[in-house]
């Protein structure tokens, strides 16, 4: 079973983060989340009502700390992605993410077998191989970043996703999803602060496809947070941990098929040794 929840988050993610970032070409990053997170609180909080169980001050303690950190994370995301390839920010971001998460399942006493160490080492050269060249339809130029700042844009998410799956795991394990719907607050709150800093809100004449698309990345941000919960419940947190970290791979391929972002020969083998590993670490 938690091989088919990590799958979904996986899909889930990389999916939401190919519609966000979307968006983000159109419309403005505080714009865009702003429009995602109050409709991913709206669905958390009426899955969260209709699901067993009550709330608990710990869960929803830490589902909050969760969303302040993943919050943060989707503002320098959703940056990356609006400003650089998709194919660099996303496997940068995804492939570091695992790092804390997985280091604490280790500390915490799993010991997976050969297959998944062998297969976590893949994914360690596969983030060199993956970021080590950038799409060349969409290169350095005005306003978008070169090949190193996509790569910090996407360690610095990447290491905040990282916490935000620690602390929600934390969280998830009050058994309801009231603690999901709390990290859809705060990460609504990281974001409304942004907007009062910046004094920067919904600009005008910003509204259809983009707002739609941003919306729809809420929503389906939200159902990926429960496969993820209910993934770190039903088996290893660090595998669980691992098979989602496969969804900047969604990315890239709607970024390819959809944008037409090409990919070098270096990013596809980065791509495939990760793929690799994922297939040692479920075997």
Same mark, same amino acid.
């Given at each position: 079973?938690?091989?088919?929840?990590?799958l979904?988050?996986?899909?889930?993610?990389?999916?939401?983060?190919?519609?966000?970032?979307?968006?983000?070409?159109?419309?403005?990053? &505080?714009?865009?989340?702003?429009?995602?997170?109050?409709?991913?609180?709206?669905?958390?909080?009426?899955a969260?009502?209709?699901?067993?169980?009550?709330?608990?001050?710990?869960?929803?303690?830490?589902?909050?700390?969760?969303?302040?950190?993943?919050?943060?994370? &989707?503002?320098?995301?959703?940056?990356?992605?609006?400003?650089?390839?998709?194919?660099?920010?996303?496997?940068?971001?995804?492939?570091?993410?695992?790092?804390?998460?997985?280091?604490?399942?280790?500390?915490?006493?799993?010991?997976?077998?050969?297959?998944?160490?062998?297969?976590?080492?893949?994914?360690?050269?596969?983030?060199? &191989?993956?970021?080590?060249?950038?799409?060349?339809?969409?290169?350095?130029?005005?306003?978008?970043?070169?090949?190193?700042?996509?790569?910090?844009?996407?360690?610095?998410?990447?290491?905040?996703?990282?916490?935000?799956?620690?602390?929600?795991?934390?969280?998830?394990?009050?058994?309801?999803?009231?603690?999901?719907?709390?990290?859809?607050?705060?990460?609504?709150?990281?974001?409304?602060?942004?907007?009062?800093?910046?004094?920067?809100?919904?600009?005008?004449?910003?509204?259809?496809?983009?707002?739609?698309?941003?919306?729809?990345?809420?929503?389906?941000?939200?159902?990926?947070?429960?496969?993820?919960?209910?993934?770190?419940?039903?088996?290893?947190f660090? &595998?669980?941990?691992?098979?989602?970290?496969?969804?900047?791979?969604?990315?890239?391929?709607?970024?390819?098929?959809?944008?037409?972002?090409?990919?070098?020969?270096?990013?596809?083998?980065?791509?495939?040794?990760?793929?690799?590993?994922?297939?040692?670490?479920?075997?």
């Amino acid at each position: 079973m938690v091989i088919l929840l990590g799958l979904a988050a996986a899909v889930l993610y990389g999916s939401g983060d190919f519609l966000g970032g979307l968006a983000t070409r159109r419309a403005h990053v &505080l714009a865009v989340l702003m429009v995602a997170d109050t409709a991913a609180v709206i669905v958390a909080l009426a899955a969260a009502a209709m699901s067993p169980g009550p709330a608990r001050l710990a869960g929803l303690a830490w589902g909050i700390s969760a969303g302040l950190s993943g919050g943060l994370g &989707l503002i320098i995301f959703y940056t990356g992605l609006a400003t650089g390839p998709m194919s660099v920010v996303a496997p940068v971001s995804g492939l570091v993410s695992t790092v804390l998460p997985v280091a604490v399942a280790l500390a915490e006493g799993e010991r997976p077998g050969a297959g998944v160490y062998a297969g976590a080492l893949l994914c360690l050269v596969a983030i060199v &191989l993956a970021s080590s060249a950038s799409d060349t339809s969409a290169g350095p130029g005005p306003g978008r970043p070169g090949r190193g700042r996509a790569i910090a844009y996407g360690i610095a998410s990447g290491a905040l996703f990282g916490l935000f799956f620690l602390l929600i795991r934390n969280a998830g394990q009050s058994g309801a999803l009231w603690p999901v719907a709390a990290g859809r607050v705060g990460e609504l709150a990281v974001v409304l602060i942004a907007v009062a800093v910046l004094r920067r809100g919904l600009p005008r004449g910003t509204g259809g496809r983009p707002l739609l698309a941003a919306a729809g990345a809420g929503l389906i941000d939200v159902i990926a947070n429960i496969c993820y919960v209910t993934a770190t419940r039903t088996g290893m947190f660090g &595998l669980a941990v691992v098979l989602t970290s496969l969804y900047p791979g969604v990315t890239v391929l709607l970024a390819r098929m959809v944008l037409g972002e090409r990919l070098r020969w270096v990013q596809r083998a980065g791509l495939g040794l990760a793929a690799i590993g994922i297939l040692l670490v479920t075997a």
